[in-house]
């Protein structure tokens, strides 16, 4: 069964603070993904990667950034947490290349708060 | 980009009744149309994805339907469960599946028992 594990199921920071998400997959997907999931918006798509070094924007990426140094680890990373970005963090792999019709494989979440 | 739109967003139905969610799309590139459950406090699940060179797939009590003219498709569960209480999210990839999964905002099935 593939695992994909996130490092904090709660995180509190404050305003300002540089803060980093980990995420890790054990089935050497070559897809990753970050998406937020907030009540009535739904999973909204932050990064992904297709490989190691490669992101690609999704429709949300202002205020982070991501870094794939290794396939099976992919970070989020907010260089200023502010308080909108109070949020379920979702991280995800997939199996393939380039083109995403393969399922997606949720992590558990982080819950972070920014006061 | 592409844009998913979901409806209801809650839809409450009686124990052994069948429950449609349904979906539209954008995008007319996108082929991959995947449906996640997501219950209270745990991570989303895949529950059955269709590819646009079918127009129907059946698991069991579920069965999605697809119309790529229409770009709409739908999720149908017959014969409900308490346990099928959960959050419901259809998606769609975006740009021929070089874009990444757009999801819909969610549809809270309540089954009443």
């Known amino acids: 069964d593939v695992k994909v594990t996130q490092s904090s199921r709660y995180l509190v920071k404050r305003t300002g603070e540089k803060v980093f998400l980990e995420c890790v997959q054990d089935?050497?997907?070559?897809?990753m993904f970050w998406y937020r999931q907030d009540p009535g918006l739904g999973l909204r798509l932050i990064y992904f990667?297709?490989?190691?070094?490669?992101?690609e924007k999704g429709d949300i990426p202002e205020g982070y950034s991501v870094s794939r140094e290794k396939k099976e680890r992919f970070s989020l990373i907010l260089e200023s947490a502010s308080t909108n970005q109070t949020s379920m963090y979702l991280c995800?792999?997939?199996?393939?290349?380039?083109?995403?019709?393969?399922?997606?494989?949720f992590g558990n979440g982080t819950r972070l708060t920014v006061t | 980009g592409e844009n998913v739109e979901q409806h209801p967003s809650t839809l409450s139905v009686q124990e052994g009744d069948s429950a449609v969610i349904k979906c539209t799309y954008s995008d007319s590139a996108s082929n991959y149309f995947p449906w996640y459950k997501q219950e209270l406090g745990k991570r989303p699940q895949l529950i059955i994805d269709i590819r646009s060179n079918v127009g129907e797939k059946k698991d069991q009590r579920i069965a999605v339907t697809l119309n790529k003219t229409a770009k709409h498709f739908s999720l149908h569960i017959t014969e409900t469960q308490p346990e099928d209480t959960a959050v419901y999210f259809c998606?769609?990839?975006?740009?021929?599946?070089?874009?990444?999964?757009?999801f819909g905002k969610g549809t809270h099935l309540i089954i009443q028992p």
């Open positions: 998606a769609a990839n975006s740009g021929g599946g070089a874009d990444g999964l757009t």
């Open positions: 089935m050497d997907h070559e897809n």
């Open positions: 990667s297709y490989d190691v070094k490669m992101k």
């Open positions: 995800a792999s997939s199996f393939g290349s380039t083109h995403h019709n393969s399922p997606l494989h």
